[in-house]
């Protein structure tokens, strides 16, 4: 049996993860990774949920009777998520901190910390499994619950990370998790799943980034032919796709405005009338920077299944490798408001191969 250590999170997956380990006969332990600050006299992060999380945690170790610590990774996840977070707003892409989170910190450095103190593998309570191909290499498979499936979060996660990785809930179907908690008693067993970015909590995105990015004013001007038609904070609020929160009425057809790019050279805002034909909305060729393989790269042109953001049906398109790293991709089906900065997740039928980051 395998020395393993879960990250807990104070809710109910991990939880069961760590119960289904403890009953296969593993060796056990549990940590909170404590990944940011509600710091003192911060009204931006006053509904941090940290302390209610840890206690969570701590009951769920107790009742399972495993080791239990909190482990501070402030400056770790300052430096490679938050960090990472604020410069793609600043730079007017749109970013994904909870898939950097991923690779740099559950399966970087917590990893790191549980290999140092002894431990062969690290578990958390994503809806993924893993498989075993013959070559000895480990594969992200989507979970059994496609309403659950977190392979997409895991794209940019890479083999050498995998080797230590389970996770032992994705097997299961939501309401047979919550299940499990119920009988055993767990004491999270009905805490409600918590939503948002993992440091924020109910925190409003962009009260948050006003605390790093200061407001630069300009004009939101209609795409088409340029007629201003209002006052924007600072581009860094909006993303492509857009419709709500833009602070200009509809027409007299009551068509919606919907952000169909930035220009950052006079600081404008781009919107059109949210239709099939918008300018810039909808498009099937794309190119992939950083990308990032969970096993073998895929070198050849062909078709491949793409996820293109979370919660999106996976989708066929044409893959092409190019000599500086990236990748051309053309979907078959035309796609809406995929952003810079946003990860394309990339599959074969159920198996994760890797993912990329839009450019």
């Not at 309570?125 to 997409?152: F, M, V, W």
Request: proline content about 5%; charged content about 25%.
């Amino acid at each position: 049996m395998a020395k393993i250590l879960v990250a807990l999170s104070g809710g109910v997956d991990s939880a069961v993860a760590a119960l289904l380990l403890k009953q296969q006969g593993h060796d056990v332990s549990a940590a909170y990774m404590r990944t940011w600050m509600n710091e003192e006299g911060s009204a931006i992060l006053a509904d941090c949920p940290w302390e209610e999380d840890i206690r969570q945690a701590k009951a769920v170790a107790a009742h399972l009777d495993i080791p239990f610590e909190v482990i501070n990774l402030i400056e770790d996840y300052r430096q490679h998520v938050v960090d990472y977070l604020i410069r793609g707003y600043r730079s007017g892409v749109t970013p994904n901190p909870d898939m950097m989170c991923n690779r740099e910190m559950k399966f970087g450095v917590f990893a790191r910390y549980a290999r140092e103190h002894g431990f062969e593998s690290v578990a958390t309570g994503h809806y993924c499994r893993l498989r075993e191909a013959p070559d000895g290499t480990r594969q992200i498979l989507r979970g059994l619950d496609r309403n659950k499936d977190q392979s997409y979060f895991l794209a940019l996660v890479r083999q050498e990370q995998l080797k230590m990785a389970r996770f032992p809930i994705g097997e299961l179907a939501k309401p047979r998790v919550r299940e499990l908690a119920r009988e055993h008693n767990l004491p999270n067993a009905a805490r409600k799943d918590s939503q948002g970015i993992c440091f924020l909590g109910k925190v409003d995105i962009n009260a948050f980034l006003g605390a790093y990015i200061q407001d630069r004013p300009g004009q939101i001007v209609r795409a088409i032919d340029g007629t201003v038609l209002g006052e924007h904070a600072g581009l860094h609020h909006f993303t492509l796709g857009q419709r709500k929160g833009l602070g200009i009425p509809s027409n007299t057809d009551f068509k919606n405005y919907v952000v169909v790019g930035k220009d950052f050279e006079k600081n404008r805002l781009l919107v059109a009338f949210d239709e099939p034909d918008a300018p810039g909305l909808y498009a099937t060729d794309f190119t992939l920077r950083e990308l990032s393989w969970t096993g073998h790269p895929v070198s050849a042109a062909g078709q491949i299944d793409i996820m293109p953001r979370y919660r999106d049906p996976l989708m066929r398109a044409d893959f092409e490798p190019l000599p500086d790293g990236t990748a051309h991709i053309r979907f078959h089906e035309r796609q809406r408001a995929l952003a810079p900065g946003q990860i394309a997740a990339l599959y074969d039928d159920e198996a994760l191969l890797g993912g990329g980051f839009y450019a």
